[in-house]
């Protein structure tokens, strides 16, 4: 089984709307952490936001903030007022078992329309 | 300024022609990492190392090799390149955290594109 799911292949959003990525995931680890990351057109890697399993409000940086439903498994993260500089690829990523190693998603293709 | 540094960026080579793609950081990060990209399949860990002189294979190890022998440095080495491994290859660093969830993350190079003939 997928440790971390991306159902969206491609997300269509307007400028200035806000914009919702889904990220499921799956470990029986009672401490982990999960990251968003930014890829643009460029190719780097954009680190956005952390989220620890032990936090109990969600994350925020800026005009990113992380939906963390724990029962649920899922760490969606959602972009307020869109940009089309966030035309970019994202990934969820998530660190488990006192490693720091990241097991990464497939990522989702967001683009950004004036 | 803090980053990691990869080499070279790009790279065209046949098959078969053994190359290495360096990888450097100057933050004295204990743990570095080396993921493989590939469209549909997001990234993909092929080799960590946790300390100098402690490798260890990810999900995708064959055909590469790694080696620690400074903190710093953190080559990958293809001794036979296939076609099958032209991809975009990161290397990434971060101080090891002891819980699984600290919240160190992971800062990643440049990225090097990889095209084996």
């Known amino acids: 089984a997928q440790k971390i799911t991306q159902t969206q292949p491609g997300m269509f959003v307007q400028e200035k709307e806000a914009v919702t990525l889904d990220c499921t995931y799956d470990t029986s680890d009672q401490s982990y952490g999960l990251f968003w990351y930014k890829q643009p057109s460029s190719g780097e890697m954009i680190f956005l936001i952390y989220q620890g399993s032990y936090d109990e409000q969600n994350a925020t940086e800026g005009r990113y903030s992380l939906n963390f439903q724990k029962a649920r498994k899922s760490a969606n993260l959602v972009i307020s007022a869109s940009q089309l500089g966030d035309s970019a690829m994202y990934f969820c990523a998530m660190r488990e078992g006192g490693y720091s190693t990241l097991t990464f998603g497939k990522g989702t293709m967001l683009l950004v329309s004036p | 300024e803090a980053q990691v540094t990869q080499n070279p960026r790009y790279l065209i080579t046949v098959t078969g022609k053994k190359l290495t793609v360096t990888c450097s950081q100057n933050?004295?990060?204990?743990?570095m990492s080396w993921y493989r990209q590939d469209p549909g399949l997001g990234l993909r860990q092929i080799y960590y190392s946790m300390n100098v002189e402690v490798t260890d294979k990810g999900d995708v190890p064959e055909g590469y090799k790694v080696s620690r022998k400074e903190k710093r440095n953190f080559p990958l080495i293809l001794e036979s390149p296939s076609p099958n491994q032209t991809s975009l290859y990161f290397c990434?660093?971060?101080?090891?955290?002891?819980?699984?969830?600290?919240?160190?993350?992971?800062?990643f190079g440049p990225g090097t594109r990889l095209l084996v003939l």
């Open positions: 990434a660093s971060s101080p090891t955290s002891g819980l699984a969830g600290g919240q160190e993350t992971q800062y």
């Open positions: 933050m004295n990060h204990e743990y």
